[in-house]
Antibody, heavy 121, light 106 residues
Framework: EVQLLESGGGLVQPGGSLRLSCAAS????????MAWVRQAPGKGLEWVST????????YYRDSVKGRFTIFRDNSKSTLYMEMNNLRVEDTAIYYC??????????????WGQGTLVTVSS | DIQMTQSPATLSASVGDTVNITCRAS??????LAWYQQKPGKPPKAVIF???SLKSGVPSRFSGRGSGTEFTLIISSLQPDDFATYYC?????????FGQGTSLEI
């Protein structure tokens, strides 16, 4: 059974940093595209970033470019998101999600349970 | 970025009804569209991918149709477990976008 377990969320002040982790199991992690998708409280879904398998090409939404970095450690079957210079508008539940493909544009399933990031002074 | 517009925002229905949820793309996305179901406090689950392919394990009362810019999620013979929020997602490009969601209520 595929399992994705996020961690690393919490309360941080504007301008602060956090690193999210997503521990994966039940599949060959290195062979699949992985993504982070967020959901602000009471709002809809918003794609944040994607990383492909292999050489790990990365993609970001414009509002996080230069502040967030997605990376993966295939030896640990873990996906990460380094988040710097956090803003109030980054407050959301961050979900880790697996794609059914190794590369290319895709849909996502399954998703982890999410980790809450709150940016507030 | 490609904009995705869902309608309606809220849909009231009863057990046994058939409902349609529409998603429109701001430009053609071929058949690169997925539908997700999300219940309160839970992560989304995919129900349809490639516009009309049913994800394994999803009941056959769910179906999807459309291509280009207009897509529909159809749920036939609604069951109590189907009341949730539904989102569409385009994956025509590597900059993904979701619709704003449709809340399906009793």
């Amino acid at each position: 059974e595929v399992q994705l377990l996020e961690s690393g969320g919490g309360l941080v002040q504007p301008g602060g940093s956090l690193r999210l982790s997503c521990a994966a199991s039940g599949f060959t992690f290195r062979s699949y595209v992985m993504a982070w998708v967020r959901q602000a409280p009471g709002k809809g879904l918003e794609w944040v970033s994607t990383i492909t398998s292999g050489i790990g090409n990365t993609y970001y939404r414009d509002s996080v470019k230069g502040r967030f970095t997605i990376f993966r450690d295939n030896s640990k079957s873990t996906l990460y998101m380094e988040m710097n210079n956090l803003r109030v508008e980054d407050t959301a539940i961050y979900y880790c999600a697996k794609a059914p493909v190794a590369t290319g544009a895709t849909w996502f399933d399954p998703w982890g349970q999410g980790t809450l990031v709150t940016v507030s002074s | 970025d490609i904009q995705m517009t869902q309608s309606p925002a809220t849909l009231s229905a009863s057990v046994g009804d058939t409902v349609n949820i529409t998603c429109r793309a701001s430009q053609s996305i071929g058949r690169w569209l997925a539908w997700y179901q999300q219940k309160p406090g839970k992560p989304p689950k995919a129900v349809i991918f490639d516009a009309s392919s049913l994800k394994s394990g999803v009941p056959s009362r769910f179906s999807g149709r459309g291509s280009g810019t207009e897509f529909t999620l159809i749920i036939s013979s609604l069951q109590p477990d189907d009341f949730a929020t539904y989102y569409c997602q385009q994956y025509d490009s590597d900059s993904y976008t979701f619709g704003q969601g449709t809340s399906l209520e009793i």
